[in-house]
């Protein structure tokens, strides 16, 4: 079977060498110049390897997945941690017990007793379960957290006022009952030692691989609702075709575009080892660093990053629904748009939808 995979991130990648393996011929058609996605990185001027699109760090519980990109490359040890600037103060987040002392001081060591016996040691807790605890002490916690450590740090990446930020994202900001101050937990955490590219170019590098850079995929395929087939180059698709990307871009925006969330990166180079204490920085109650967040790598000449929030029109539309099981029709406005299987990749929870010929 043939098999057209569009995009070329860490989903249709993976997909397409599975694919591979199993004995299928894949193409992979990406709009960009380059492999990767949006783990793409590449050495600057100064000889700096700098992650283009944001910083990206693998950690994951799951053996098989620590085994399979394993064959790819090899890695670097890397314990990711971040801090909020806080008045001026450097607190570790997610908030734990180490943070708690930062802040609290001497009433810490009586607010730990409180926290554990309320929730268990080495637990993780949401502010908003926080803020729902009968005790005032734990609630008196929960509301600092979230007026200096979310809150203003949310409405600058977000730009939106308080009233405006759903309760489930405040559901998902927790507390470590812990010394734990990692930014993750997972069994595996690392960088590719050489690059998140080398290790991708390693992924591809199979005969049953084909590759199309700079190639729009709306250049390529036309979608026939009526006879419900698929076109690729003029011909008809006999296999699947698997989207990673942008599904209503692929469509032309028939049934109009989503806002959807990005950042726009600006590098500042200096002769120097360390910008920052820590790798990342969020400025949360700072309001001089509109930005919101800060990076720095760990090398003897380094770069420094601050991401400024912007709006992208793309993504599924708002009137497309998917149903999630089986081989399905996809539904736009009440009508059907093209039959598909449709599946999740779990790398970073992003749809891929599969079109098959009706």
Known sequence: MNTIVIGCGFAGAVIARKL???GEHVRIIERRAHIGGNAHDALDEHGILIHTYGPHIFHTND???FRFLSRFTKWRPYTHKVAASVHGRLIPVPFNLRSLRLVFGEEAEMLTKRLKAAYGEETSVSILEMMQNDDPQIRMVARYVYEHIFLHYTMKQWDQKPEEIDPAVTARVPVRISEDDRYFQDRWQGMPKEGYTALFERMLDHPSIELSLNTDARD???FDQAQGMIYADGRPVEGRVICTGAVDELADHLYGPLPYRSLRFEHLHAQQEYIQPYAVVNYTVNSSISAGRKRRPLLMSANIRWPAPRWIKSRITRSLRMNMS???PVMCNG???FRSSI???GWHSIAIIIWTPS
């Open 20 to 22: 591979a393996e199993a």
């Open 63 to 65: 053996e098989e997945v």
């Open 220 to 222: 390529v395929l036309r």
């Open 326 to 328: 089986g081989c399905m």
């Open 335 to 337: 009508q059907t748009a």
């Open 343 to 345: 599946c999740w990749a």
